[in-house]
């Protein structure tokens, strides 16, 4: 008996030992790649971020057997203000060299190779400036900046406690301080209003959850704010691929009546993601019950409601690759100040969205967009119900990119196509555009040598437009007397003549229908467009555009 329990002693003794010297040895291995580590998140972050930039610092590094303790502080600051600093930086470090007023002027460069000829001018002194224009919105804001604890591997008990069971190589629990934020402490009822946990396997997975606490705040003045107790979770490698993400939030309000910021009210937000059985992507499902929000002006306001909003898709990361699909109950747009009766309210109902995007391997895109409503309302009129369907290929990502730096850069498209409908009760109205370029490198291009095919139908009979615009200026009604159509269709149809000013290639009437009617039927290499009944030589045709 005593030797049994003198051999369990040791084993004890042993794992005990064995534990100590893991945990120590994982607390090293944190030591040794934190700032790596730090640095491969900022970088991924900042490289796919085009006017951000993301800084992780720490401080205060105290290392224990079984725990790590640090300051952490994560800050947000703009592209733009990180290089108005190191413009800054530069002319402070020319300046230690104390050039006279001349050899700056006679310089046409700086020890960087950089032009000081924009940056000098002279005051009514003849006193040199060369301080570059300020921005005054560069000023940092800092996400995070607090202490926080690392545990060592490979079992922390803190892991354990959350039922973490896989080894972990370190795990780190944070709750906000009051020091950290004295106003939500107080908020969350003299409490941690944020608390979290996240654990990095020795895989390199990553696991991350946050919680809030729910805070209710609000003054005489009328400012209100208002937020659920909430959770947050994101799984992921550690490039970030594939990751899991579920998030869930009752309640969102915050209104401030003297405040130009925009009221907002969403209830019952979740947004969840997990891998897809293709490797390169992920399915994504988002939902929201209600989202409202106050858009003010001095002399009016607008009040916007969405109801049921959901969307759920897929996307492929690598390749850009997606398929969405989005649909909304109910749209109000309220203008709250000047119609209090209603009768100038818009409603639209049962919003359909699909997007579709494909990448080629020469990195040209084809997708289509495509969205219909069920009907629009003005007041208690029903205007009627229509759709949007546009179709394109060979849309170039490589000059999308480039007219981030150029803006005069055509978008290169090999084609594109449109279908435009509309319906109420007294018809339809069509729209059908197909553009087809080719070769089209540069706004010089846009010529008709590299249109490939043109094709345009239009459809729209005067009554239907008619239809529509006398319901909208009686929306007190549920619908138009014939005296008021035939009076609205007879001003529609004046007003056509007037705006297309008789046009040859619009037609007024078809199969004795009044309305505005064009067809043109246009294909590379034709000598004549078709337009309408007729023909019309290219060259004539196309010099007026």
């Known amino acids: 008996m005593k030797k049994s329990i003198i051999a369990s002693g040791v084993i004890i003794a042993i794992l005990a030992a064995g534990y100590i010297g893991t945990a120590w040895y994982t607390g090293n291995m944190i030591e040794n790649n ?33 725990s790590t303790k640090l300051h952490l502080t994560i800050t947000l600051s703009s592209k733009k203000a990180n290089y108005v600093d190191n413009q800054n930086s530069a002319k402070k470090f020319d300046d230690e060299k104390v050039p006279s007023h001349e050899e700056i002027a006679n310089s ?58 896989a080894p972990q190589m370190a795990w780190v629990e944070y709750a906000m301080t009051e020091k950290a934020s004295p106003q939500l402490w107080q908020l969350a009822g003299n409490k941690s209003f944020i608390t979290a946990y996240a654990g990095m396997s020795y895989r390199q997975y990553l696991t991350l959850k946050m919680i809030n606490q729910a805070i209710n705040s609000h003054d005489e003045h009328g400012n209100n704010l208002l937020v659920s107790a909430g959770e947050f979770l994101f799984k992921a490698d550690k490039d970030f691929d594939v990751p899991l993400l579920n998030m869930k939030l009752d309640k969102l309000s915050y209104t401030a009546p003297e405040s130009t910021m925009p009221s907002l009210d969403i209830n019952n937000l979740r947004i969840s993601s997990q891998k897809n059985n293709d490797v390169t992507g992920f399915d994504y499902q988002f939902s929201i019950d209600d989202f409202n929000t106050s858009l003010s002006s001095a002399i009016d306001q607008l009040d916007i409601a969405l109801n049921n909003i959901k969307s759920q898709g897929t996307i492929a990361y690598q390749n850009g690759n997606i398929d969405l699909h989005t649909t909304i109950d109910k749209i109000t747009l309220k203008d709250s100040l000047e119609k209090q009766d209603g009768n100038y309210n818009a409603i639209i109902n049962q919003v359909v969205i699909d997007q579709k995007n494909m990448t080629q391997a020469t990195n040209l895109l084809n997708g289509s967009f495509k969205s219909t409503i069920g009907s629009l309302f003005l007041g208690k009129q029903n205007l009627g119900n229509g759709s949007l ?111 297309f000013n008789n046009s040859p290639i619009i037609q007024f009437q078809k199969n004795n229908v009044a309305g505005f009617y064009l067809d043109v039927d246009y294909i590379k290499g034709d000598s004549d467009v078709k337009v309408n009944d007729t023909k019309i030589k290219k060259e004539d045709f196309f010099k007026n555009f």
């Open 34 to 66: 934190i700032d790596n580590e730090f640095a491969h998140i900022t970088d991924m972050i900042n490289n796919g971020e085009q006017d951000l930039d993301v800084a992780i610092n720490y401080h205060d590094y105290q290392k224990n057997i079984f």
């Open 108 to 165: 046409s460069q700086n020890s960087f190779g950089e032009d000081n000829s924009a940056l000098i001018t002279t005051d009514d002194n003849n006193a040199t400036n060369q301080e570059p224009e300020k921005d005054l919105t560069a000023r940092p804001i800092t996400l995070f900046d607090d202490d926080i604890t690392i545990h060592h591997g490979p079992f922390p008990l803190a892991a354990l406690a959350k039922g973490e069971f």
């Open 389 to 499: 369907d546009i179709d394109y290929r060979g849309l170039d990502l490589n000059n999308i990119n480039n007219r981030i730096d150029n803006h005069n850069l055509p978008i290169r498209i090999s084609s594109i196509s449109n279908k435009t409908t509309w319906h109420n009760t007294a018809g339809d109205i069509e729209a059908n555009v197909l553009l087809g370029l080719s070769n089209v490198k540069s706004r010089e291009d846009l010529n008709i040598d590299n249109l490939d095919a043109l094709k345009v139908k239009l459809d729209m009979p005067s009554l239907v437009v008619a239809q529509t615009l006398a319901q909208a200026t009686d929306p007190s009604s549920t619908d138009v007397t014939p005296e008021q159509l035939d009076k609205m269709d007879k001003n529609v149809q004046m007003m056509g003549r007037l705006f």
